[in-house]
């Protein structure tokens, strides 16, 4: 756990790095819609914490079912809420002084008195296609984007498995991205960039003899930056049984010493890779 650092800094943050002895900064890391986990993973009253972008993150849900992406630290004195913060009907309560905070971040109530004028620093979130997702800018701007509306039907993810690697969210997507296509040959397989860490891939529907209906594959790749250099990553996905989203069909893989057409401002589906200077 990190120390308790009011105002919600990582100490680790931003930290330079050394290579052969010579030492570099550290990148920012790229802005845009990061996968933080799955809708069903937060139920009603949950609190829990993600490592995200250098630092922690403290998701959690209210009764009412508002979900909220939150710097970690209690702006009273500092206390960790995701280390014993609790959920009190639409509140967030500090587990030190109970302090509670409204969905807004805004102090609502003490024991001790008229509230103070104390904010929780809110992350950009957004609850889309079954996932989490939180907003991050090296400068902290507001979202420059919104997350796309893709055709239906789609389905929600409903297993992923979770892996951390070495590397930055585009690439670690890319490597993931190829090796299903790589798998997925001889079938249709349409494909859709969302941003630098996160890509969804449709496997059409086939017919098989133990299946009357067609079926098809809905899988996402989502790589997230946890710290420097380092990205989780969650290849998540559910079977669909009949219609599944229509996406442009993806090129294949392209032969080694070949120029990618993702690092020249195209994701290889005829749909440019959105572009932003952070990235």
Do not use: N
Not at 72 to 95: F, K, S
Not at 201 to 229: D, K, M, Q
């Amino acid at each position: 756990m990190l120390p308790c650092t009011p105002g919600g800094a990582d100490p680790s943050a931003g930290r330079s790095g050394q290579h052969g002895g010579v030492t570099t900064p550290t990148p920012p890391y790229p802005r845009g819609w990061f996968c933080i986990g799955f809708s069903r993973e937060w139920k009603a009253g949950s609190v829990g914490t993600r490592r995200f972008m250098g630092g922690d993150a403290v998701v959690y849900r209210t009764r009412r079912g508002v979900l909220r992406v939150i710097r970690p630290y209690c702006p009273h004195l500092g206390a960790h809420l995701g280390a014993g913060g609790t959920v009190d009907g639409e509140y967030l309560v500090c587990p030190f002084h109970r302090f509670a905070f409204a969905p807004d971040g805004t102090c609502a109530r003490t024991p001790y008195g008229t509230p103070p004028k104390a904010s929780l620093t809110l992350l950009p979130s957004r609850e889309a296609y079954g996932i989490v997702w939180a907003w991050h800018s090296p400068d902290g701007a507001p979202p420059s984007r919104e997350l796309p509306a893709l055709p239906g039907p789609l389905v929600s993810p409903r297993a992923f498995r979770v892996t951390e690697e070495a590397g930055r969210p585009q690439d670690v997507t890319e490597r993931a991205v190829a090796r299903i296509l790589a798998r997925s040959a001889s079938r249709h397989v349409g494909l859709r960039v969302l941003g630098p860490g996160a890509a969804l891939v449709v496997i059409e529907p086939v017919r098989r003899h133990l299946c009357a209906a067609p079926w098809g594959l809905v899988l996402w790749v989502l790589a997230t930056p946890v710290s420097p250099g380092r990205v989780r990553r969650w290849t998540a996905g559910s079977a669909a049984v009949g219609p599944v989203a229509r996406l442009p069909a993806a090129a294949p893989p392209h032969p080694a010493g070949q120029k990618d057409p993702a690092r020249s401002g195209r994701s290889g589906t005829g749909s440019p890779t959105p572009s932003d200077p952070g990235s």
